[in-house]
């Protein structure tokens, strides 16, 4: 059984996990398959490193996927 599991940030549409870091203002927002329901959900972390985890935990069975995005934190999102 094969692990499908994509990291990407803004400006690149692939990166390897070993290359991409965090940065103070940005969020790792991990969309993943659940073949168990049939449903795509996402997960939002502070952390890339826990994202990763949580990502490669999601990924159990032939079906699944994660994929995972660096974003921007918005202005209004910092505030808070």
């Given at each position: 059984m094969e692990k499908k599991l994509n990291t990407n940030t803004s400006t690149s549409t692939h990166v390897s996990n070993s290359t991409t870091s965090?940065?103070?203002?940005?969020?790792?927002?991990?969309?993943?398959?659940?073949?168990?329901?049939?449903?795509?959900?996402?997960?939002?972390?502070?952390d890339l490193r826990v994202a990763e985890r949580f990502a490669s935990r999601?990924?159990?069975?032939?079906?699944?996927?994660?994929?995972?995005?660096?974003?921007?934190?918005q202005q209004e999102r910092l505030a808070a």
């Open positions: 965090s940065t103070p203002h940005q969020e790792f927002h991990v969309t993943y398959f659940d073949s168990h329901c049939g449903r795509i959900r996402t997960e939002v972390f502070d999601s990924v159990c069975d032939e079906q699944d996927w994660a994929v995972i995005d660096a974003v921007p934190v």
